[in-house]
């Protein structure tokens, strides 16, 4: 799983933009939503929506904005019809980059996506037109200090997992997409602190970019991405190296 290991970096970057835009709880709600609306909204029978709501809770949304959000979901109360949506494009040097949206106006996303590649050096693709070079993963992260690196290894391996990777005082345990829930399970019974889990994409190989400039604009798009209203997570092919990083502002 060397692909996921070298893509941590781009996690890293996602996850600073994340503490700094304001539009994290909406994001959150949205996809509390749509869980909800999907599997129903009583967490212990919906293992999307009870992840969806420990995630809430971890970056302290209110409580009565996640009882909104199932209600909306269940249609208690009216609310917003969202729709999920995955597009894919290209960035500077030919980077593959996937965004998973929840949107209430997929016309809508699909202009302002449109844009916001265009706008960064980069053409929006038509479906499939990248997805072919990644692998859809199931990824449980879990608190190094409230977890064993040996215990959490062999008790990943022992229920399915694929690997497990120790980055930045994190653990990323990677399991196929359909033995995603299993192993969760297998990992919370074990008293282990689960921090997420969802399926992502990994990258089958990684693209490195050498000079400056491309770096700069494929990590401008990335952001970009990111901070789009209705973008729920991006996920990219390209490799930069640590050099190049401390070169780069965003």
């Known amino acids: 799983m060397s692909g996921h290991n070298k893509w941590s970096k781009v996690k890293h970057i996602k996850g600073a933009a994340d503490a700094k835009r304001s539009k994290l709880f909406s994001k959150l709600a949205k996809e509390i939503t749509v869980a909800a609306r999907d599997g129903g909204g009583d967490p212990d029978l919906n293992a999307r929506l009870r992840q969806a709501v420990t995630n809430a809770k971890k970056q302290s949304l209110p409580g009565d904005t996640i009882e909104r959000a199932i209600k909306k979901g269940t249609g208690e109360i009216e609310g917003v019809s969202y729709e999920e949506a995955c597009y894919e494009g290209f960035g500077a040097g030919g980077i593959a980059l996937i965004v998973e949206v929840i949107t209430d106006n997929k016309n809508r996303s699909f202009a302002d996506l449109r844009t916001l590649f265009s706008k960064n050096n980069g053409n929006l693709g038509g479906p499939n037109s990248v997805s072919h070079m990644f692998d859809r993963k199931g ?7 409230s977890s064993d690196e040996e215990e959490v290894m062999l008790l990943a391996i022992e229920a399915g997992a694929e690997d497990v ?4 005082e994190l653990y990323y345990v990677i399991t ?9 399970n297998a990992i919370s019974a074990s008293g282990a602190q689960i921090e997420s889990q969802k399926l992502i994409y990994v990258p089958k190989t990684t ?7 491309t770096a700069r604009q494929v990590l401008r798009l990335f952001a970009a991405l990111d901070d789009y209203d209705d973008t ?15 070169k780069i502002e965003i």
């Open 176 to 184: 196929a997409n359909d033995k995603l829930s299993m192993v969760a």
């Open 207 to 213: 693209e490195s970019v050498r000079d400056l400039s």
């Open 139 to 145: 990824e449980i992260k879990l608190s190094e200090e």
């Open 165 to 168: 990777v120790n980055d930045d």
């Open 232 to 246: 729920q997570n991006v996920y990219g092919n390209f490799d930069i190296t640590e050099h190049l990083m401390e």
